[in-house]
């Protein structure tokens, strides 16, 4: 199983996901499209990937940065879209015969052809907010972001991940300092926000382990953090050095990595 960034902040984000036995086609996982169609297939082709050739596209909330193109990806490519109930409800669940769209339940897991995927619930201030962990039987993924704080449940299932990208979004002086009007700065710093430099690293230091390889920071603000502040606050969190963290960009989100 490897996984790579097509972009990664508040003007979009997708994450792809593959795996293969390599007796069959590959598994492709899209999670999110928070970028016009156009942008989206222009993304995927730099990591070697057609539209065509996914195999389904998990939504984990309604937020224009993530939702995105969804839509119009599963109308034109007929590629199945994975989200939960209450996402589906808060993007107007539009009826129309033939699309194929599923959804999934906190803790249910799903079979993708060689990946099994198991949805988990996240406090964030969306309709059903629901982030995902991944495995191929070897390898197991764990991807969080957009979660305002930590939680027991959402602890209990990063567990023995081999590679993790956590949300680092803020440093929370910078959030404090910026310009951003007192109730958006309440709102991204609040439980229902945005995970900061430190939380993300407490989440961090209650994963870890001697078989996690790969750590990646992700959905940093432009504004109120940097790349280097995330990657010192994950590598402290560690006791590893900060060019051991990769950090997810919003253009060139990261390369392909081995999970």
């Known amino acids: 199983m490897r996984f790579c960034s097509l972009g990664s902040g508040s003007t979009g984000n997708a994450t792809l996901i593959e795996a293969s036995s390599g007796t069959g086609p590959a598994t492709r996982l899209l999670v999110d499209c928070g970028f016009s169609l156009r942008e989206l297939e222009a993304r995927l082709a730099r990591a070697g990937v057609a539209a065509t050739e996914l195999s389904g596209v998990f939504i984990t909330h309604e937020h224009g940065d993530h939702v995105g193109c969804a839509l119009t990806l ?20 539009p009826e129309e015969a033939g699309l194929p769209v599923h959804f999934v339940h906190d803790g249910l897991p799903v079979d993708l052809g060689e990946l099994a995927i198991t949805p988990y619930t996240v406090p964030h201030d969306a309709r059903e ?45 910078m959030l404090q300092a910026s310009r951003y009007p007192a109730s ?11 995970l900061s430099n430190d939380t993300a690293a407490q989440i961090l230091a209650a994963c870890g382990h001697d078989g996690l390889r790969h750590v990646v920071a992700a959905h940093l603000s432009e504004q109120n953090n940097t790349p280097a502040q995330a990657a010192r606050a994950l590598a402290t969190a560690l006791d590893c050095a900060a060019d051991e963290i990769v950090v997810a960009g919003p253009l060139d989100g990261f390369s392909w990595l081995r999970a």
Do not use: F, M
């Not at 599963?74 to 107007?92: C, D, E, K, N």
């Not at 958006?184 to 945005?194: P, S």
């Open 184 to 194: 958006l700065k309440a709102r991204i710093a609040g439980r229902l926000g945005h």
């Open 129 to 173: 907010p629901l982030q995902l962990t991944c495995t191929d039987g070897d390898a197991k993924l764990g991807l969080l972001t957009d979660a305002g704080c930590a939680t027991a449940h959402l602890l209990a299932q990063l567990q023995a991940c081999t590679a993790l990208l956590l949300e680092c979004n803020h440093d929370l002086q």
């Open 74 to 93: 599963t109308r034109r490519h007929r590629v199945p879209l994975y989200t939960s109930r209450g996402t589906w409800q808060a993007i107007g669940a």
